[in-house]
Structures are given as C-alpha cells and as structure tokens.
C-alpha cells in the first residue's frame, strides 16, 4: 500500500498528465475514433470538442470518412476488451492505408490514468479521480 504522501504525489502527477493530455487534444487536429454514441457523449462531457467519428461502418469506410474530413491524424479510443483491442488494430491498418496516421497513445495514456475498460465510462472515471485529487488538496 502506497503512503498517503506517495499517494497524493501520484495523483498530482497523473492530474498534470490529464491536463496536458487535455491540452493537447485542444490544440491538435487530430480526429478522434469512437465505438459508439455512447463514448462519444462521454468524450464531449470532458470538454473534447474534437472532431469525432463513430465505428458504425466497417474500418476500411471509417477510414474513407475521416480521410474524407482532411485528417492527417486520427486519436483511436476503442474499449480494451479483446474486442475494442482487434478493432483498434483493424481501424489503424485501414487509417494508415488512406494515409492518415493512428494515434493510440492518448489511448494507453487513459488506460493508465484512469483504469477505464471502456470509453463510455471515462467521464465517471475522469470525475472520481478529479474528487480523489480534490480531498487530498484540503
């Protein structure tokens, strides 16, 4: 068990990580990938104004689409279940092939933050998280 001062120091360093986890997706253009309506909702209660395309088609037409948008580079948030994780796989290999590039380590960096399994969940994760930092600051 962590001490409760390794604890906090923990915390303040993942809260610093989201933050310019945050920022960065701001001030980029990437385009963000989503499973369903449901993460997109999720993303869009965490302030992510991205552009945000739904896998409701296969990858190969995904991809069309967010090349279609002007991309050059797609942020992919798929579950981490073994389904999330073969469609992440598929999605990148048909981005790449219309030359788009994938992004998944804004995914792993959620993974590792936030402990989330799925990406509908990640506004509940994210404001848990934020509570935790938020005792430790009194």
């Known amino acids: 068990m962590l001490s409760k001062s390794r604890e906090e120091s923990l915390l303040r360093q993942k809260g610093k990580m989201w933050k310019n986890l945050l920022e960065s997706l701001e001030e980029g253009e ?17 302030g992510i104004r991205n552009r945000i395309t739904l896998i409701n088609q296969s990858p190969d037409r995904v991809a069309e689409r967010v090349a279609s948008h002007g991309a050059s580079e797609a942020v992919v948030l798929t579950d981490f279940d073994r389904s999330g994780e073969e469609l992440a796989q ?22 590792y933050l936030f402990g989330v399994l799925f990406i509908e969940e990640l506004d509940r994760k994210v404001a848990e998280f934020q509570e935790k930092l938020e005792r430790f600051e009194r």
């Not at 990437?30 to 965490?46: H, N, S, Y």
């Open 30 to 46: 990437q385009e963000v990938v989503v499973e369903g309506k449901r993460d997109r909702v999720a993303l869009q209660k965490l």
């Open 90 to 111: 598929r999605i990148c290999e048909a981005l790449e092939s219309y030359g788009v590039k994938p992004d998944l380590n804004i995914r792993r960096k959620l993974r």
